[in-house]
């Protein structure tokens, strides 16, 4: 396979000096480099949005978090008073094979 290697461009009819075609692509190349920097730039904003809009997230997760963990625990507390309240309850009845029958 070969390739081709096409001609450099001539500048027929142009009268170009070469301090003239430096300074255009100097200035093409402080464009592009303006152009890349300025995307750059709208990216970062973009991403530090979006870094900014994680974070109320994470931080309003973790204010809910700590609400359903202190919820937990009291809930937990409740279960608990209500078992014992249960077990106390039962102790303190007598139950239907400590009664004497009626016939006795």
């Known amino acids: 396979m070969t390739t081709r290697r096409e001609a450099p461009p001539t500048n027929e009819g142009v009268t170009m000096n070469s301090d003239t075609q430096r300074d255009?692509?100097?200035?093409?190349?402080?464009q592009a480099l303006a152009s890349r920097l300025e995307a750059l730039e709208s990216r970062i904003a973009y991403q530090e949005h979006w870094l900014d809009t994680l974070d109320a997230a994470v931080a309003a997760q973790e204010r809910r978090l700590a609400q359903l963990e202190r919820i937990n625990a009291l809930m937990q507390e409740k279960l608990r008073d209500q078992q014992r309240a249960l077990q106390d309850s039962e102790m303190a009845a007598p139950s239907?094979?400590?009664?004497?029958?009626?016939?006795y």
Do not use: G
Request: aromatic content about 0%.
């Open 96 to 103: 239907a094979q400590d009664e004497v029958p009626p016939h």
């Open 24 to 30: 255009d692509s100097s200035m093409s190349l402080s």
